[in-house]
């Protein structure tokens, strides 16, 4: 095939509407159903009698099975589709739930809730369903798409954790989950319009994919292998610091997705309160996504991100140090939803910017892995303190502590291209097109 061609599952590319509308409604799915596992934290020690630890070491399998083949699957996105994957996806998602809905004992959760469950995240993921939409949409309107697509994802989370709530208390725990993996396999019929234009090149150039794609160092590219390419990235030293900062926003989201509740609950708060405080998560973060979204295609995105994470740990700081009163619990889950996932569009943004659409699936699964390091030490350390202290004021103080310091590392990220890797043996780079040049010429400068 010539250079610069699409290596496509279908000849034509979805509508953007229908690309959006699809990774808006897996996405949903996907963080919704994770975003409820907080709501089992009692109700499976108290059937089970497994304590608080091991329940949050599950969701910390869960979630560092889910980094760890996330690399992997996004180079399996990338080379045969992202729509195959996330059908995969779906099927071994909704197989994980149904294990732990059966689940006896620690071994099942880990089996089921920890290992399954995670590798079927890692399929189905907005990991995956993001690179797919960075590719088929045009850069100018990419860092849209990708909000929308994550705001979605907090809409599920808002629509799913009462839902879940009622569906355990009319058919308890096990049954709660069979509803889940009903609502995971929804995922399986949505995925067609992702799965057009799943391999894209840099070489087509300003005229078919926008100014973005277009860098000093663009040349030769598509000569540079997968290997070549991870290897430049992993010694570039701004996405390095990118992978150090999302370590942070995984410790954030999955330690108080999974224990907020039992925090609330144990500080002196009902559990209404204490659920409609995680779904207040969900709902705000419709617009925090959103917007961060729309910001991030005016704004530096590193200095965006620098403000999100000053934001949760003065929201940390407040829920301690406020009166416990339905009024701060309410407020911590609204104030934490406006900056909960809009990190995410954000920081694949830059990513992109970084290195572009080509093998995105892949270079965002490393950044992933990080995520889920620090969801899994999130997870499974809050469960030990609260194990060893009978409190998480520990952890929510270095949580607030991990925000200041990711906020310092976005002070110094820059999301401009990185220099591409000289080619053996390669010609010198040809000229841009007309277009092209058109185009990075009338490319506005990077605002701070």
Not at 50 to 55: A, L, R, Y
Not at 119 to 133: D, H, K, P, R, T
Not at 145 to 155: D, H, K, Q
Not at 246 to 261: D, E, K, N, R, S
Request: hydrophobic content about 50%.
């Amino acid at each position: 095939m010539p250079s610069g061609a699409l290596h496509e599952e279908r000849p034509a590319r979805s509508p953007m509407a229908a690309i959006v509308i699809a990774g808006s409604i897996i996405t949903a799915i996907s963080l919704g159903v994770r975003a409820t596992m907080g709501l089992f934290t009692d109700e499976i020690d108290m059937a089970l009698g497994v304590g608080v630890d091991t329940f949050g070491l599950t969701i910390a399998v869960q979630n560092l099975v889910w980094g760890l083949s996330q690399p992997l699957v996004g180079t399996f996105a990338d080379r045969f589709g992202a729509g195959r994957v996330l059908m995969a996806g779906a099927v071994v998602y909704a197989g994980g739930l149904l294990v732990m809905a059966n689940a006896d004992g620690a071994a099942g959760l880990y089996t089921g809730g920890g290992l399954i469950v995670g590798l079927g995240m890692s399929a189905a993921s907005f990991a995956v369903v993001l690179s797919s939409i960075g590719k088929l949409v045009e850069p100018s309107r990419r860092s849209m798409a990708l909000g929308i697509a994550t705001a979605f994802g907090s809409f599920g989370h808002f629509l799913l954790v009462p839902i879940t709530r009622v569906f355990i208390e009319l058919l308890g725990w096990r049954g709660s989950l069979v509803f889940l993996a009903l609502v995971t396999m929804v995922i399986a019929a949505v995925v067609r319009p992702l799965r057009t234009g799943t391999r894209i090149t840099e070489a087509e150039g300003a005229d078919r994919l926008g100014p973005s794609s277009i860098d000093p160092g663009s040349a030769g590219r598509d000569q540079e292998s997968l290997g070549q390419l991870t290897g430049r990235a992993l010694r570039h030293r701004d996405y390095l610091l990118v992978n150090a900062a999302f370590f942070v926003c995984g410790f954030h989201v999955t330690f108080i997705g999974v224990h907020l509740p039992k925090s609330l609950t144990d500080a002196g708060y009902g559990s209404s309160v204490a659920t409609w405080s995680l779904a207040f998560i969900g709902l705000f973060n419709i617009f925090g996504a959103f917007a961060a979204g729309l910001l991030g295609v005016r704004f530096n995105q590193s200095r965006l991100l620098s403000i999100i994470y000053v934001t949760r740990a003065v929201a940390f700081a407040g829920l301690l140090l406020l009166p416990v009163m339905p009024v701060v619990a309410l407020g911590f889950g609204a104030l934490l939803g406006v900056v909960w996932l809009a990190s995410v569009p954000l920081t694949s943004g830059i990513v992109l910017g970084q290195f572009g659409v080509r093998n995105a699936g892949t270079l965002f699964g490393f950044v992933f892995l990080s995520h889920q390091v620090g969801a899994f030490l999130g997870s499974w350390g809050a469960g030990e303190i609260r194990e060893l202290t009978g409190s998480y004021d520990l952890w929510w103080w270095l949580a607030a502590a991990l925000g200041v310091v990711a906020a310092v590392i976005h002070f110094s990220i820059s999301d401009k291209p990185a220099p591409a890797q000289p080619v053996l043996g390669a010609g010198p780079a040809p000229a841009p097109s007309a277009g092209a040049s058109a185009a990075l010429a009338a490319q506005p400068p990077n605002t701070p």
